[in-house]
């Protein structure tokens, strides 16, 4: 389809259009208003094609445009995976490197000990898997050191990491009886209790992206309107 913005009214005055004009002229008073009529119709027609010729335009210009990020995306995609993947392999040269163990020598020995939750949470942490935050709150580290001492300390039980089975304490292996879900957590708990999951997450080795990203979550939720009705 041709761009018709630039289309110029045809003579309908000219003798090519004479029969026309002469088909038309009984139903009008003059040939003038013949001529006035034409060129209305012709103007409005006009006007149709020039509006969807625009229309056609943009969403052609839409569609080009969706495709480039669309390709832009793949790319950046592609470049993250890469990235990663170098990340990756770097880090398997660093591991395989011998190394001394380091120490902070501005860290000094607490007199307090920070309540902890249990292995099995840590384990979850360790491979990034969902846990409740209960499990973070007093009474979740609580049970943790009730378990600990428990003869479950002394059960192993199988699991399998990376399709290779080890021995692990059934308290690694087992949810407590007594957690909370998240929904039915009181609201004051959950505020006080994301701070220790943030805190345990770090310690983890998640990547600083998704702890801000948490972080963030929690934040937002914290200073939410709602709260201050």
């Keep these: 389809m041709v761009d018709p913005s630039n289309e110029a009214c045809p003579d309908f005055a000219s003798e090519f259009f004479q029969p026309i004009r002469e088909a038309l ?10 001529l006035d009529n034409l060129i209305q119709m012709w103007t409005v027609e006009h006007n149709q094609r020039v509006d969807l010729w625009n229309t056609d335009q943009r969403e052609a210009a839409m569609l080009t445009a969706a495709a480039e990020e669309a390709r832009l995306d793949r790319e950046r995609e592609a470049q993250r995976l890469l990235e990663v993947e170098v990340k990756k392999e770097r880090l398997e040269v660093e591991k395989k490197k011998p ?3 380091d120490f902070d020598d501005d860290v000094e020995v607490g007199d307090v000990i ?3 939750p249990s292995q099995y949470v840590i384990l979850k942490l360790k491979n990034f898997e969902f846990v409740e935050l209960w499990y973070f709150s007093p009474q979740g580290c ?5 378990t600990s001492t428990s003869t ?3 059960t192993f039980g199988i699991s399998k990491v990376d ?3 080890t021995m692990r304490p059934v308290a690694a ?3 407590s009886r007594n957690v909370i879900n998240d929904c039915d ?3 004051s708990d959950f505020f006080r209790v994301k701070n220790s999951f943030l805190v345990h997450i770090e310690r983890a080795s998640w990547p600083k992206k998704h702890i801000n990203a948490l972080a963030e979550f929690f934040w937002h939720l914290e200073n939410h309107p709602i709260r201050n009705r």
Aim: net charge neutral.
């Design 163 to 165: 399709n290779i089975l």
């Design 152 to 154: 479950m300390e002394d």
């Design 185 to 187: 957590l009181p609201i």
């Design 25 to 34: 002229l009984p139903t009008m008073e003059n040939e003038q208003q013949v």
């Design 142 to 146: 609580k049970d943790a050191a009730k």
């Design 173 to 175: 292996l087992r949810q």
């Design 114 to 116: 920070t309540p902890r």
């Design 99 to 101: 190394k001394i163990s």
